[in-house]
């Protein structure tokens, strides 16, 4: 546990560097490293769903377009979030760091009753810590920047929640299509997680999440 878990905190600290680069240096930089991170993704997901489903071509066909124009939108709502607001989106990715790694640390720490048969590694204790490691980005980041003085600190909090569980949800769903396929990875481009799509499979629907969220709510 401790040399995967060290290789998963070093990744994550890799791709937020990655990512804080090109926030802060380019905006094109940033647009750059979203759609070259959207089309690995997909290529892996294209991989993963010729296995779940193989000779069903129409299928395989459709699923294939819807999830080329969600990987569009993911790539449009993370531009548009970060051209608001770079400490934003900085917020929400670190969002589904912290979740992820508080579900991983509490889950293999504490154990327990399983979530769901479709991830058997998951736990509800694991979940409990997503939920709270999620806060911890929130609480650090509302005291080194003004602009989340501007929102009532409950309202964040409940928008804290609502992204892990969105992440929480989101990495479900590829669980399910990397089950049906009989495979543990999505990809091997990274250690400790396998596919880029193993890392980003809750943040791909988090940020159109948020996106809207800002759209409805602000």
């Known amino acids: ?23 802060f240096i380019n905006k094109y930089l940033f647009l750059l490293l979203l759609i070259a991170s959207s089309l690995i ?3 892996e997901f294209k991989n993963l769903i010729k296995k779940s489903f193989k000779n069903e071509v129409k299928l395989i066909n459709t699923i294939q377009i819807l999830s080329a124009l969600f990987f569009i939108l993911f790539v449009y709502s993370s531009y548009e979030i970060y051209s608001q607001s770079p400490i ?13 790694t508080g579900g991983y640390i509490i889950g293999n720490l504490v154990g327990g009753k399983k979530l769901t048969k479709i991830s058997p590694n998951k736990t509800i204790a694991g979940s409990f810590g997503s939920f709270i490691f999620s806060l911890i980005p929130l609480i650090f980041l509302s005291h080194i920047n003004e602009i989340f003085n501007n929102f009532p600190f409950t309202q964040l ?15 479900l769903l590829i669980s399910y299509f990397k089950r049906k396929a009989k495979v543990k990875d999505t990809g091997s481009i990274l250690p400790g997680h396998g596919g880029l799509l193993d ?3 809750g943040l791909i629907f988090v940020l159109p ?10």
């Open 1 to 23: 546990m401790t040399k995967n878990l060290s290789e998963r905190i070093l990744t994550s600290l890799f791709l937020f560097v990655i990512l804080s680069i090109g926030i």
């Open 41 to 43: 993704s997909f290529s």
């Open 88 to 100: 934003t989106i900085i917020w929400i990715i670190s969002i589904c760091i912290f979740s992820d």
């Open 157 to 171: 909090i409940i928008i804290s929640l609502l992204l892990s569980l969105i992440c929480q949800v989101g990495d």
């Open 199 to 201: 890392r980003i499979d």
């Open 209 to 218: 999440a948020a996106y809207l969220i800002d759209k409805l709510i602000f």
